[in-house]
């Protein structure tokens, strides 16, 4: 039997004339990191709220461990919060504000104490039990909050952008301390950010969001290689995205005519001979070699050279005023001269074509 902790099925939610999620479909396996991924807008908290009691659904049915909530209300659902402002009660101790959810739950004190420091061991902050949070930097009341999001052992931790409000080293610190408590613990998590980096780094799965809809649930590998749209090969990495039009289809295999030459990609949706497409292939797939090479791809010039250290940039540009980014690793040798003409390809399986 399939151990889903958590099922949405049909879920809508509507403020007035505005759906803010529409249709949703999303299981969410024991042990699972998934992440709700998507612009601002795109119903990623109203999703987290619904799960949490916070908001009702309009229709739809949202199963936690087999068994619906509908009836059951915020505090008696099996979920911990963190939001991305800490929240914490200004006027507790962190051990306190960490023993608070145990206290509403009527455990025995012993019982706390331990779990309190168990907690607080699993954040890091072993010896911070007796501050207040504002004598805590924003890292450390975030990870108060994680503290006492988990300490009752919830079946289920919602966290909405709870790194958003930190500077970039410590998110990127914190990124990792939440992957390894959720390895330690086995817990499951539905983990809400609009950064596809965050979003790349730490889920099992990622489910892409726009305007309240899932455009794609994958892993980061499937989103990153085999985007389903155009919205979330671009939304996801950075991607070069090249106008031409369909020659023909054959085994999954689309030719396309450009201004610039023939190139061919996958394709993973029906596209009609002559019609418009677009092709999106990331930088770092695409292969340069020297004009007079010959063979398939796309003719151009070297318009720049950038040196990142592990790996060298170029921007191409096409015969149609177009450019192309690709990124090679620093072992391949530098062209030399300046703005020399080049071709640009790559692989048909590395690239996707799109209905334009
Ligand atoms: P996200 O978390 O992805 O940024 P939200 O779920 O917060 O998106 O919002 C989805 C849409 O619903 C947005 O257009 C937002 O303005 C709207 N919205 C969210 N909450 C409310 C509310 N309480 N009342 C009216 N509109 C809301
Ligand atoms: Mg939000």
């Known amino acids: 039997m399939p151990s889903a902790v958590l099922e949405l099925a049909?879920?809508?939610?509507?403020?007035?004339?505005?759906?803010?999620?529409?249709?949703?479909?999303?299981?969410?396996?024991?042990?699972?990191?998934l992440t709700l991924l998507g612009p601002s807008g795109s119903g990623k908290t109203t999703t987290l709220m619904m799960v949490a009691g916070l908001q009702q659904p309009d229709a739809g049915r949202i199963m936690l461990n087999g068994v619906s909530v509908a009836d059951l209300p915020a505090y008696r659902r099996d979920v911990g919060m963190v939001f991305q402002n800490y929240a914490l009660f200004p006027h507790m101790t962190v051990r306190r504000n960490v023993a608070f959810p145990l206290e509403m739950r009527g455990t025995p004190a012993g019982e706390i104490?331990?779990?309190?420091?168990?907690?607080?061991?699993?954040?890091?902050?072993?010896?911070?039990?007796?501050?207040?949070?504002?004598?805590?930097?924003?890292?450390?009341?975030?990870?108060?909050?994680?503290a006492r999001a988990m300490v009752y052992r919830p079946a289920l931790l919602l966290m909405d952008e709870p790194l958003g409000a930190l500077d970039r080293k410590l998110r990127e610190q914190l990124q990792l301390e939440i992957k390894r408590v959720h390895r330690e613990r086995?817990?499951?998590?539905?983990?809400?950010?609009?950064?596809?980096?965050?979003?790349?780094?730490?889920?099992?799965r990622i489910a892409v969001f726009d305007k309240g809809r899932i455009e794609q649930i994958g892993t980061p590998e499937e989103l990153y290689d085999r985007p389903a749209t155009r919205f979330v090969a671009s939304f996801i990495?950075?991607?070069?995205?090249?106008?031409?039009?369909?020659?023909?289809?054959?085994?999954?295999?689309?030719?396309?005519?450009?201004?610039?030459?023939?190139?061919?990609?996958?394709?993973?949706?029906?596209?009609?001979?002559?019609?418009?497409?677009?092709?999106?292939?990331?930088?770092?797939?695409?292969?340069?070699?020297?004009?007079?090479?010959?063979?398939?791809?796309l003719e151009g010039v070297i318009v720049e050279q950038v040196f990142l250290g592990t790996s060298r940039k170029y921007v191409v540009r096409?015969?149609?005023?177009?450019?192309?980014?690709?990124?090679?690793?620093?072992?391949?040798?530098?062209?030399?001269?300046?703005?020399?003409?080049?071709?640009?390809?790559?692989?048909?399986?590395?690239?996707?074509?799109?209905?334009?």
């Open 186 to 204: 086995g817990i499951s998590v539905l983990y809400v950010t609009h950064d596809q980096e965050e979003a790349l780094t730490m889920s099992d």
């Open 237 to 297: 990495g950075d991607t070069n995205l090249i106008g031409g039009r369909v020659l023909g289809v054959a085994d999954g295999v689309c030719e396309i005519e450009t201004a610039a030459g023939r190139i061919a990609a996958s394709a993973r949706t029906p596209l009609d001979a002559g019609s418009a497409v677009v092709v999106a292939v990331r930088p770092e797939r695409v292969v340069l070699a020297p004009v007079q090479t010959g063979g398939a791809g």
């Open 113 to 146: 104490a331990r779990l309190v420091d168990e907690a607080l061991a699993l954040v890091k902050l072993p010896d911070h039990g007796g501050r207040l949070p504002k004598q805590l930097s924003g890292g450390q009341q975030q990870r108060v909050a994680l």
């Open 318 to 356: 096409l015969a149609d005023g177009a450019e192309v980014v690709v990124l090679r690793p620093i072992s391949d040798p530098p062209f030399a001269q300046a703005a020399p003409a080049v071709r640009v390809s790559w692989a048909a399986d590395k690239a996707t074509a799109f209905g334009g």
């Open 10 to 33: 049909g879920v809508r939610k509507r403020y007035d004339s505005l759906v803010a999620v529409d249709d949703l479909h999303l299981t969410l396996e024991a042990g699972e990191f």
